[in-house]
């Protein structure tokens, strides 16, 4: 079992940055693909970015974040980050983070088998 947590969310101006951070416990996150997915009211949760293991070298961003967020990885803290810059009201959501045992990084929900609680971001204009 895999007990993942967020933190970092709140309330911010377009335009600030935030950093929301996914600490685990458990089970070592080396074996794991890890993803960013977020909720905003009346939506489906989507895909926001994902990071492959053990150690990162490549990571995928949805087409809405990318270049502005980046997902990263601390494996010695068992934890995922995600740093979002330039942020937006459209941002605003609760943002989840998952696992994936063995996993390809992908931005497939039922792919992950781990899910956090959430933490809520909201950006005002």
């Known amino acids: 079992q895999v007990q993942l947590v967020e933190s970092g969310g709140g309330l911010v101006q377009a335009g600030d940055s935030l950093r929301l951070s996914c600490v685990a416990s458990g089970r070592t996150l080396n074996n794991y693909a890890m993803g960013w997915f977020r909720q905003s009211p009346g939506n489906e949760r989507e895909f926001v970015a994902a990071i492959t293991y053990p150690n990162g070298r490549t990571a995928y961003y949805a087409r809405s974040v990318t270049g502005r967020f980046t997902i990263s990885r601390d494996n010695a803290k068992s934890t995922v980050y995600l740093q979002m810059n330039s942020l937006r009201s459209e941002d605003t959501a609760v943002y989840y983070c998952?696992?994936?045992?063995?996993?390809?990084?992908?931005?497939?929900?039922?792919?992950?088998?781990?899910w956090g609680q959430g933490t809520q971001v909201t950006v005002s204009s």
């Open positions: 998952a696992a994936d045992y063995h996993g390809r990084a992908s931005d497939v929900q039922r792919d992950y088998d781990y």
